[in-house]
């Protein structure tokens, strides 16, 4: 069976609630940034601009799409905990990574934002108790609740869907 290079880990599958999957999603939150810039680790710039398949978007846009992505998960985390049931806010993804600061700063700017901003989020849920998992954001485009623990297994995954295609490239190019 041929592997799609747009979900080199597979497609995000809801887990029931478990210690033990819990505790692998909050080391896959709080180690992400550390497996992020090792992933990238002496990449020049040529091979930053270079898409991770064909149509996709490049390793610098991925660094940044990740630091956007998380900073709205954090945000869904502390609305969740802190309302009842509060509809987040969708945004497009493909107009923010075409956005002026993910064209022109360097990732270095996400990497460090990404350190900063999952130590707080690995700070905020860390000890959360099971009952907490069960809260709810609403998300208005797909029009559903989703727990916090459907949350914290998306973004733990989403976080090594893009780790591996950023590592999926630098095998296929030899780099």
């Known amino acids: 069976m041929r592997m799609d290079i747009r979900f080199p880990i597979g497609e995000f599958l809801p887990q029931p609630f478990s210690q033990k999957q819990k505790e692998a999603w909050l080391l896959d939150i709080k180690f992400l940034p550390p497996e992020l810039e090792l992933a990238i ?23 940044h799409h990740i630091a956007d992505s998380h900073i709205n998960a954090y945000m ?9 049931n509060p509809t987040i806010k969708p945004y497009d993804q493909d107009a ?25 989020l690995y700070a905020t849920i860390k000890e959360l108790g099971d ?26 995954w989403h976080g090594k869907h893009h780790v591996a295609h950023i590592k999926n490239l630098r095998e296929k190019m030899d780099w």
Request: zero cysteines; hydrophobic letters at 40%; glycine letters at 4%.
């Open 76 to 84: 869904r985390f502390r609305l969740g905990l802190t309302e009842n």
């Open 131 to 156: 009952d907490i998992w069960e809260r709810t954001v609403f998300h208005p485009e797909h029009k559903k609740k989703i727990s916090l623990w459907e949350l914290l297994g998306m973004y733990a």
């Open 41 to 63: 680790q002496n990449l020049d710039e040529a091979q930053l601009q270079t898409p991770y398949r064909e149509g996709g978007w490049t390793v610098h846009q991925l660094v």
């Open 96 to 120: 923010w990574a075409q956005l002026n600061d993910t064209k022109t700063l360097p990732i270095n700017v996400s990497l460090t934002l990404l350190h900063a901003l999952h130590q707080r």
